[in-house]
């Protein structure tokens, strides 16, 4: 058997239908780790396997003596508004060589004061009502529910394993599940009702009028039976027509658009808000339009007339600086030419003047016509038009897909049909169910009355063989009497050598498997030399080399809880069925050197399948490290206040 898939609706820390959980192994890694704080919803997994599988006998961890119906009102989540819960668990299992894929669907929902709780079983996708109704039987063709304990437990509440007298009732169960000494002991039972029937005494006389008023009641009875199997079959007609009618009415409203004529007033809603977010995207576009953005289309002109501010600006400069020297250069040459210097040196001085006018008349721009400072394009840089075209964008993103919503919205309210023609369907669905609960109850009760009937029938069969029997020679009774009850002696004998057989034979495999378990684990050769199991009472004892026996309290509580860990696993191996191993606090209130123990040696190494429901505490960094060569998968849970619910996501702490 291997899990591939658990999904969770409603129950318990779980609120609403988005938890879902994978653990088939990838390759050869066994390992599916999940992480969650105390209370976050661990062993709310645990429990949702074992309720999945085995419903009203299903070893949880909470429900005590409650009962069943109560139990399950209580596993539905107390913040959700349906008063529903679903599980759902896929598995593989193999048969004959060929690879099955089941899927087990456990619903109930809270009608009243009652609860009302729907199973369904499919078989490699087809639906398989005679699964479905005889489940309970139907599981333990997997894991019987009598030995799940072997395979799902909590690592903190198994120590307790370690004393003789608690681990000798799990022994036996293991034992007889592993044997089959159910069906032994059965038989033997069956024997003894046998021997004591054989031993009532017969009745000397016949009393012939007792006789003829058991035959009249009898005819009596089948007479009042003939019309209530013709009501009876009647109605399963009808029923099964109405159930028909029923499923018809069904069709036509999911073909006519009835699912999406459910969903009108919430797709009408969403319109209105995606209408109102259009809108609102909308109004900032335009507020965008007349600011900046406008801007954007003449960037390269804005660009080219703030160079042209530059220049102008530059150009008025450079003018009065030329306006300002030229009169200077006029009075120095003026002054040469009055303090007598040569010609040669006053035209050398007005040479440079006059290149350095002309210079400088070259700084100013030819074409004025700006007039602006630059300081009014201030802040138009790239940095600006990068963060208007940026904000544009996205408004027109937002734009664009509210726009998208309502068209797809819009469509499928397009495709609403019209009220009074879904009205009709849901009149006809409603008149159809009305009708089918009224032909089940008629047909309970017609049932029952048959049933009834049939039962006092079997009474007067049952009397009258009596009579005749009384009647019988009875020597002849005598003599085939102690034939039978010899017999039947003769087998209990055989049933009784027979099991004790069956039990030394796999008591000495089991006492081996437990013991290489514990070596495995406790790595002190010293400690524990042999197992021996009472084949009367399954009492466990402890050996030393000595051959004395160890008291389990001797040992200390990490080994204690190691050794009740073997036993689950010697057993486990004992069965020889490839079954999931799913441990809740597996490391417990181990010491660092256990905890070491069970990485190394059984986390890897206890199934073909294994999923560790771990605390941060328990399996941290450094142990999911180890274990990390054969971890397949990892998950964390986490509770999340503001939705009032437990989240399964992938990874660890």
Same mark, same amino acid.
């Given at each position: 058997m291997l899990l591939d898939e658990l999904n969770i609706e409603n129950f318990g820390i779980y609120k609403g239908s988005d938890h879902s959980i994978f653990f088939t192994p990838r390759g050869e890694k066994n390992i599916i780790l999940i992480g969650g704080l105390n209370g976050g919803g661990k062993t709310t997994l645990l429990d949702a396997l074992q309720l999945v599988l085995y419903g009203k006998h299903a070893k949880t961890s909470n429900r005590g003596r409650m009962a069943y119906e109560d139990y399950l009102k209580e596993t539905i989540n107390r913040h959700s508004r349906h008063k529903s819960a679903m599980l759902e668990l896929f598995f593989y299992h193999h048969n004959e060589g060929k690879r099955d894929r089941y899927q087990v669907k456990r619903s109930w929902s809270v009608r009243g004061k009652s609860v009302k709780e729907n199973l369904l079983v499919c078989k490699n996708g087809v639906e398989e009502p005679l699964l479905s109704e005889q489940w309970d039987e139907y599981v333990n063709e997997f894991i019987p529910s009598n030995i799940s304990g072997l395979f799902f437990f909590d690592g903190e509440k198994?120590?307790?394993? &370690? #004393?003789?007298?608690?681990?000798? $009732?799990?022994?036996?169960?293991?034992?007889?599940?592993?044997?089959?000494?159910?069906?032994? #002991?059965?038989?033997?039972?069956d024997l003894n009702a046998l021997k004591n029937?054989?031993?009532?005494?017969?009745?000397? &006389?016949?009393?012939?009028?007792?006789?003829?008023?058991?035959?009249?009641?009898?005819?009596? =009875?089948?007479?009042?039976?003939?019309?209530?199997?013709?009501?009876?079959?009647? =109605?399963?007609?009808? =029923? %099964?027509? &109405?159930?028909? #009618?029923?499923? #018809?009415?069904?069709?036509?409203?999911?073909?006519? $658009?009835?699912?999406?004529? %459910?969903?009108?007033?919430?797709?009408?809603?969403?319109?209105?808000?995606?209408?109102?977010?259009?809108?609102k995207h909308k109004k900032e576009m335009r507020k965008h339009a007349e600011g900046a953005a406008p801007l954007l289309l003449v960037k390269d002109l804005i660009y080219k007339a703030k160079e042209q501010a530059i220049k102008e600006e530059e150009g008025a400069v450079a003018k009065a600086v030329v306006e300002s020297l030229s009169v200077r250069d006029s009075k120095l040459l003026q002054l040469l030419e009055a303090a007598g210097a040569g010609q040669e040196a006053i035209a050398s001085a007005r040479q440079f003047v006059e290149k350095d006018k002309s210079e400088r008349l070259k700084q100013i721009p030819e074409k004025t016509y700006l007039n602006v400072s630059p300081e009014a394009f201030a802040g138009l840089n790239d940095e600006f038009f990068s963060g208007v075209q940026s904000q544009g964008r996205e408004l027109k993103q937002g734009y664009d897909e509210f726009q998208e919503k309502i068209a797809q919205i819009s469509k499928k309210l397009g495709a609403v049909p019209a009220q009074h023609i879904i009205a009709g369907i849901q009149n006809r669905i409603e008149e159809f169910k009305a009708e089918v609960e009224k032909l089940k109850i008629e047909l309970n009760l017609v049932t029952q009355q048959v049933q009834e009937r049939e039962e006092a029938i079997n009474h007067q069969d049952a009397q009258i063989s009596k009579k005749l029997t009384d009647s019988a020679d009875k020597g002849f009774d005598i003599e085939r009497q102690l034939k039978v009850l010899e017999q039947a002696d003769n087998v209990r004998d055989v049933l009784t050598e027979f099991r004790s057989l069956l039990i030394n034979e796999d008591i000495s495999r089991l006492e081996q498997k437990i013991l290489e378990s514990f070596q495995s684990l406790i790595r002190k050769d010293d400690l524990i030399d042999k197992i021996d199991i009472d084949t009367g009472t399954f009492k466990l004892t402890l050996l030393g080399k000595d051959q004395q026996s160890i008291k389990p309290s001797r040992l200390s509580a990490g080994e204690r809880q190691l050794l009740a860990i073997s036993i689950l696993w010697g057993l486990a191996k004992a069965s020889g069925r490839p079954l999931p191993a799913i441990i809740d606090t597996p490391l417990g209130r181990l010491d660092s050197k256990h905890r070491n123990h069970l990485i190394e040696n059984y986390f890897p190494n206890a199934s073909h399948q294994v999923i560790l429901l771990s605390t941060d505490q328990e399996i941290d960094q450094q142990y999911c490290k180890g274990l990390e060569p054969y971890i397949s998968a990892k998950y964390k849970i986490e509770y999340q206040e503001d939705i009032k619910s437990s989240v399964i996501k992938e990874g660890y702490f």
């Open positions: 198994i120590e307790s394993l &370690a #004393d003789a007298r608690k681990s000798a $009732g799990l022994i036996k169960t293991g034992i007889h599940a592993l044997l089959g000494l159910d069906v032994v #002991d059965n038989l033997s039972r029937r054989r031993k009532i005494k017969q009745q000397t &006389a016949e009393v012939q009028a007792q006789i003829k008023q058991l035959e009249t009641r009898k005819k009596e =009875l089948k007479k009042e039976l003939l019309p209530l199997n013709e009501q009876r079959t009647l =109605l399963k007609e009808k =029923l %099964k027509q &109405a159930e028909s #009618d029923l499923n #018809d009415a069904w069709l036509d409203f999911r073909r006519e $658009g009835g699912e999406l004529y %459910k969903l009108k007033k919430a797709l009408e809603e969403e319109k209105n808000a995606a209408e109102k977010e259009f809108e």
